[in-house]
């Protein structure tokens, strides 16, 4: 079975069909930049792009960066434009893909559902959190494999600041920093999650799974087993078909 899936991110915009029976990409992703500034309008011509680009006419799941009720409403939008805020995405997203069902999910829960269902935290139970490092950070709360929806532990505070702007992959590159120095960020961050929720697995997730040898060997002192996400950044992509199958 094949579903449409776009995760829609704070710089580029990517979808591909996903085979379902695989948990993986049925073709090559097709990825287009984020507009500056990213109203809603904007985004919603990247998202149908990217659709078009191959042709598709079935239900298409889309990922948001922010916190998504009832698989339409947008609550925050934290690494796109404010004017996101209490738009009812899946009508404008479906207007604008001439109808197509569309399903909107949190575009770090996406990429949780398919890794604790076809990746890093498959048969695991007890607290697993993946954490998306890229724009910003997104995170996915699984207890016993049941996600708790919209955490947005990303926003918690480190050292006076949020923690994606001290921990994020774009915080990486905005003050250049080596890949050691970086995971030292990244390791203060974990070790105040873990604080919190003591979770038995970190999966780390986001463009930088791709690079996990660079940094995930510097981090130190974290008592949960920290591994990378098997799908890499085609996680959210992957949940967002997941999602859109279902219908919620």
């Not at 994020?168 to 970086?182: C, N, P, Y």
Request: charged share 20%.
């Amino acid at each position: 079975m094949q579903i449409f899936g776009v995760d829609i991110g704070g710089s580029g915009i990517k979808g591909a069909p996903v085979d379902l029976d695989e948990g993986d990409l049925a073709q090559e992703r097709h990825k287009v930049l984020t507009p500056h500034p990213a109203t809603p309008d904007a985004v919603a011509d990247g998202v149908k792009e990217v659709v078009d680009h191959f042709g598709w006419t079935g239900p298409v799941g889309i990922t948001f960066p922010g916190v998504v009720t009832d698989g339409a409403m947008i609550r925050t939008a934290a690494n796109v434009d404010k004017a996101w805020i209490d738009t009812d995405a899946r009508v404008l997203l479906g207007d604008r893909l001439g109808g197509l069902p569309v399903t909107v999910v949190n575009d770090a829960d996406a990429a949780g559902v398919a890794e604790m269902h076809f990746g890093a935290g498959r048969h695991r139970r007890g607290t697993v959190i993946l954490l998306t490092f890229g724009t910003g950070i997104g995170s996915a709360l699984f207890v016993d494999g049941v996600l708790v929806p919209n955490t947005e532990l990303g926003h918690l505070e480190l050292h006076g600041h949020e923690a994606e702007k001290h921990a994020s992959s774009k915080a990486r590159e905005d003050h250049d920093l080596s890949w050691e120095e970086w995971a030292r960020r990244v390791q203060k961050y974990l070790a105040h999650v873990e604080m919190l929720f003591s979770p038995e697995l970190f999966v780390i997730g986001g463009g930088v799974s791709r690079k996990a040898h660079k940094f995930l060997p510097h981090i130190e002192g974290v008592k949960a087993e920290i591994v990378p996400a098997q799908l890499q950044n085609n996680a959210g992509i992957v949940g967002a078909a997941m999602r859109a199958a279902t219908g919620v």
